[in-house]
């Protein structure tokens, strides 16, 4: 039996395939409504403005991000092989999503600091991704007192952020084995 999805998830399913199919300016609110097939009212009493859909998309992509990248990593032990699986993971996603690149830098890239609001879900999104990166090294790193923990991480972060773009670019997943080798190179030589 499959479930029949309201006005509020039919708006949000919607918005999100075209947000990140063809950007978030470029979607119109009655293109949305009408793939959605809800009437505009829904739209006001589920989600106020686009604005707000905008959050919403991006407060949902950043849960589901962590729930796909702590599952590769979850089946890891180490800490290294966890960072190598945030690679993987990374690798996996842009396949999966067409090379389409990363939903808040795409928004970023579009609406810049306009939106207060969008703008600190991606400064938490990338915030949390970054120190979640972080741990993995520092643990990975620990009792080595010689070695700045949080440079090697920071630049590691660095790598996998460059990764996405350059994939996004070439429509490819070598920029992401480059920097999945990088980062291992990086914690062996430390």
């Not at 199919?21 to 009655?30: E, K």
Request: proline residues 2%; aromatic residues 12%.
């Amino acid at each position: 039996m499959t479930k029949k999805f309201g006005p509020r998830e039919r708006i949000l399913e919607t918005a999100t395939r075209l947000f990140h199919s063809q950007g978030y300016n470029n979607t119109g609110i009655n293109q949305i409504l009408a793939e959605a097939n809800v009437a505009k009212a829904s739209l006001y009493q589920h989600f106020g403005s686009k604005d707000e859909l905008g959050i919403i998309y991006l407060k949902e992509g950043r849960e589901e991000w962590f729930s796909g990248i702590e599952q590769w990593t979850g089946a890891k032990k180490a800490p290294a092989q966890k960072l190598s699986a945030c690679f993987d993971f990374l690798e996996y996603a842009l396949q999966k999503d067409d090379y389409l690149g990363c939903k808040f830098i795409n928004i970023l890239s579009e609406v810049g600091n306009n939106s207060p609001l969008m703008f600190k879900e991606i400064i938490e999104h990338k915030g949390k991704l970054r120190q979640y990166m972080k741990g993995f090294v520092e643990k990975a790193l620990e009792g080595n007192a010689d070695v700045d923990a949080d440079f090697v991480g920071d630049s590691i972060y660095l790598l996998y952020e460059g990764a996405i773009v350059e994939s996004k670019i070439y429509r490819d997943t070598w920029p992401v084995k480059k920097a999945r080798k990088m980062a291992e190179m990086l914690l062996k030589k430390v």
